[in-house]
């Protein structure tokens, strides 16, 4: 089961964790799936994985533990991009060229 990448815009990033990435149609002409890539580097570029960044200043989560403050404020006023690390079943995917246009540059 090889390693594929999916980066997104954090917005989306809470909806993909609590239901999975979900196929969409008509995605480039391709017909329906979910978009990988066997790069990291390729996922998260800002087209995909839009930087978002942190600012603790804004958060609305006053229950928070300590633990997990400590933890985010380690981040705070650092740039942050999200992506989505997957297993992917041999056989049930088709490779397509890069999408970005860049050719063997990407």
């Known amino acids: 089961w090889p390693i594929a ?17 979900r196929a969409f149609r008509g995605w480039h002409g391709r017909g329906s799936g979910v978009v990988l890539s066997p790069s990291i580097k390729y996922c998260s570029h800002p087209r995909y994985a839009a930087p978002v960044k942190l600012d603790l200043s804004k958060s609305r989560q ?7 403050i400590n933890e985010f404020k380690r981040y705070d006023g650092k740039w942050i ?18 999408s970005m246009g860049l050719g063997s540059n990407g």
Not at 5 to 21: E, N, R
């Open 62 to 68: 006053k229950e928070w533990t300590s633990e997990f």
């Open 81 to 98: 991009q999200c992506a989505f690390m997957c297993r992917v079943k041999p056989g049930s995917y088709t490779k397509h060229g890069e």
């Open 5 to 21: 990448y999916h980066g997104t815009k954090f917005d989306f990033s809470m909806m993909i964790a609590l239901s999975g990435l």
